[in-house]
C-alpha cells in the first residue's frame, strides 16, 4: 500500500494494521511479527510504498513448511512500546524523525521488524494496549 509522506498518522493505514494484527493474534495465539520495507512510490513523490510480511516464529516441530523470511545481516536499533495502540503510530514515526537522529544513527535499506506481544485482551476485548518492540537497520552518521 502507499502512504503519505507527512507529520499526520494515516488513518486507514493505522486501522488496516490493527485489524491485521488482531485477526493474526486471533488465528495463531502467539507473538506476531511484521517485516517492513519501504521505497519511494511510482505515483507521486509524496507517497512511499510500504510492503509489509505478517508471520510467526515457526517451531522446528511444525509439519506444513511455512513461507520464509530471511533479514539483512547488520546494526539495527531496538526500541520497546507499551501503550495504546491509537499512540504507536506517532510513537514510531518520532522514532525516524527524532530518535535515530538524536542517536546519531541513519536509517539503511532493509526491512524494519516489529514484534507485538501475544495480548489475549486485545483480540477478544477489542483492548487498545499493546507491547510493541521495533528493530530498525541503521547505520552511524
Do not use: Q
Not at 502507499?2 to 507473538?31: G, Q
Not at 511510482?42 to 507517497?47: F, N, Q
Amino acid at each position: 500500500y502507499d502512504i503519505e509522506v507527512s507529520n499526520k498518522s494515516p488513518d486507514e493505514e493505522v486501522k488496516l494494521r490493527r485489524h491485521h494484527l488482531a485477526r493474526c493474534m486471533k488465528n495463531f495465539k502467539t507473538d506476531i511479527y511484521f517485516v517492513s520495507t519501504f521505497e519511494p512510490s511510482t505515483k507521486s513523490v509524496d507517497l512511499l510504498t510500504v510492503e509489509t510480511f505478517a508471520g510467526t516464529v515457526c517451531k522446528p516441530t511444525d509439519s506444513e513448511m511455512p513461507k520464509e523470511w530471511t533479514i539483512n545481516r547488520g546494526l539495527y536499533a531496538s526500541f520497546r512500546y507499551e501503550g495504546e495502540w491509537e499512540h504507536y503510530p506517532e510513537w514510531a514515526r518520532n522514532l525516524y524523525l527524532m530518535e535515530l537522529p538524536a542517536r546519531g544513527l541513519a536509517r539503511v535499506n532493509g526491512s524494519d521488524i516489529e514484534r507485538f506481544y501475544y495480548n489475549e485482551d486485545f483480540v477478544e476485548k477489542d483492548s487498545n494496549d499493546v507491547v510493541c518492540e521495533i528493530f530498525i537497520p541503521v547505520r552511524p552518521v
